[in-house]
Nanobody, 121 residues
Framework: QVQLVESGGGLVQAGGSLRLSCVAS?????LGWFRQAPGKEREFVAT????????EAADSVKGRFTVSKVNAENTVYLQMNVLKPEDTAVYYC?????????????????WGQGTQVTVSS
């Protein structure tokens, strides 16, 4: 079992920044960030390996969001800059021992409780 605990969400004005953190209870191959807005499906945001390699981000956030992780630490970060109202959602940290399908939420076995991000216009 892997336990994930997110933090760092909140209310911010458009153009602002937030940094989300996710602490994992043990090492696992890949960590991901997903988000779900009201009435919408959960969507991929970003992902990275436990060692901090092979980061990927969705086109909708590329250039604004950065996923990072230090190999010796149990925490993965999502730095979110130039936030837009459409970024408003509950953000979830997820983890899995997978090498393929890394953008598909169904492939992630472990999930955090989520943290709310609200961007006002």
């Amino acid at each position: 079992q892997v336990q994930l605990v997110e933090s760092g969400g909140g209310l911010v004005q458009a153009g602002g920044s937030l940094r989300l953190s996710c602490v994992a209870s043990t090492s696992i191959w890949r960590l991901g960030w997903f988000r779900q807005a009201p009435g919408k499906e959960r969507e991929f945001v970003a992902t990275i390996t436990w060692s901090g390699d092979k980061p990927e981000a969705a086109d909708s956030v590329k250039g604004r969001f950065t996923v990072s992780k230090v190999n010796a630490e149990n925490t993965v970060y999502l730095q979110m800059n130039v936030l837009k109202p459409e970024d408003t959602a509950v953000y979830y940290c997820a983890a899995a021992n997978i090498v393929g399908g890394i953008r598909n939420s169904r492939n992630y076995a472990y999930w955090g409780q989520g943290t709310q991000v609200t961007v006002s216009s």
